[in-house]
């Protein structure tokens, strides 16, 4: 009965510890460029909500939500030719001086519109 206790409270912890896992930034500052998108997800403590993919641009992108204390946001992963290219927020996308990563980013946010 001893282990059976103890083989119930160890599964109780696992399944919760598991349940309440986010996105957060100390996942996002995990992140290097050149990873392939299962890297990013092993390396993660949760995996994206929404995974948008563009074929005819070789463009993947993994929609996180990302949680910072009790504000919760969308932070992207955006890949290119299977490549993590840029991440972070759709408002970095936007700012971002190179224009494709700006296209990623407007393209996300119209996808997850769409959804």
Same mark, same amino acid.
């Given at each position: ?6 083989? @119930?409270?160890?599964? !109780? ?23 392939? #998108? ?6 993660? !403590? %949760?995996? #994206?909500? =929404?995974? @948008?993919?563009?074929? !005819?641009?070789?463009? =993947? ?9 009790? $504000? ?7 890949? %290119?030719?299977? %490549? @993590? @290219?840029?991440?972070? $927020? #759709? ?7 190179? #224009?494709?990563?700006? =296209? ?12």
């Amino acid at each position: 009965m001893k282990k059976f206790i103890i083989l @119930l409270a160890s599964v !109780s912890v696992v399944f919760f510890t598991q349940s309440c896992a986010v996105f957060t930034l100390a996942d996002a500052n995990t992140l290097q460029k050149g990873m392939a #998108p299962t890297e990013v997800l092993n390396q993660v !403590s %949760k995996g #994206p909500r =929404e995974t @948008l993919v563009n074929a !005819s641009k070789n463009l =993947e992108v993994q929609v996180f939500q990302i949680v910072v204390g009790n $504000y919760k946001a969308d932070y992207f992963a955006a890949y %290119k030719g299977g %490549k @993590l @290219l840029y991440w972070g $927020y #759709p408002y970095e996308f936007a700012r971002h001086n190179n #224009p494709e990563i700006v =296209e990623m980013g407007a393209w996300a946010v119209d996808e997850l519109k769409r959804l």
